[in-house]
């Protein structure tokens, strides 16, 4: 069974960009969740998607937003980028809503410059 | 926000040893669960924790939700080479018990010398 599959792996930007990073999910699974790692911050909760709907967002300005599409694959965008906006981007995914039990891509490491 | 406080940050260890690394927060968790990243790749899942007091083993690893819901712990017994890596705890509270929204703490990087 494939895993959680994010591309890309590793992106530059620089300020005031935008970009697009995308996730999909082991087959089967429904729910897609992102999640931003950084040194400073940890893991930190970005918004989470079951049957192309968000169901939950963390504290994350407006210039992050995200889709699911029918076959369960999600996209994440994030507008404007700040200098701080340099993370590591996991996407996860599970067969329900209610578990915490997720299965974690690779990530995509976005550097802005 | 709700915040997970995980200790200790960093441990350096001898092959062989047992390992204990613990978990708090200020409010109460209706799922614990500990996670362990390795370099380069996304945390991997080791152990879920659903009711208070559970005590759940995964091969040489150990953990507990504690009685309070504040608390969780992980144990590692006799540890190897392949132990070496970052252990995060996160936790599922009431509040988003339809999602899997998870809270992690800051982990905990472990190293381990032959």
């Known amino acids: 069974k494939a895993g959680v599959t994010q591309t890309p792996r590793y992106l530059i930007k620089t300020r005031g960009q935008q970009v697009t990073l995308s996730c999909s999910p082991i087959?089967?699974?429904?729910?897609v969740s992102w999640y931003q790692q950084t040194p400073g911050q940890g893991l930190q909760f970005l918004f989470e998607?079951?049957?192309?709907?968000?169901?939950n967002k963390g504290n994350f300005p407006g210039r992050f937003s995200g889709r699911q599409f029918s076959n369960s694959r999600s996209e994440m965008n994030v507008s404007t980028l700040e200098l701080g906006d340099s993370a590591l981007y996991l996407c996860?995914?599970?067969?329900?809503?209610?578990?915490?039990?997720?299965?974690f891509g690779e990530g995509s490491r976005l550097t802005v410059l | 926000g709700q915040q997970l406080n995980q200790s200790p940050q960093s441990m350096f260890i001898q092959e062989g040893e047992d390992v204990s690394m613990n978990c708090t927060s200020s409010?109460?968790?209706?799922?614990w669960l500990w996670y362990k990243q390795d370099p380069g790749e996304g945390p991997v899942l080791l152990i879920a924790?659903?009711?208070?007091?559970e005590l759940t083993s995964n091969g040489r690893l150990t953990a507990q939700f504690g009685i309070t819901r504040k608390d969780s712990f992980l144990n590692i017994s006799a540890s190897i080479p392949s132990d070496v890596g970052i252990y995060f705890c996160?936790?599922?509270?009431?509040?988003?018990?339809?999602?899997?929204?998870?809270?992690f703490g800051k982990g905990t990087t472990l190293s381990v010398s032959s």
């Open positions: 409010s109460i968790f209706n799922t």
């Open positions: 996160a936790g599922r509270t009431s509040a988003n018990q339809a999602g899997t929204a998870l809270i």
């Open positions: 087959s089967g699974h429904r729910s």
């Open positions: 998607y079951f049957s192309e709907t968000q169901r």
């Open positions: 924790l659903y009711k208070a007091g």
């Open positions: 996860a995914s599970s067969q329900t809503l209610n578990t915490g039990e997720l299965f």
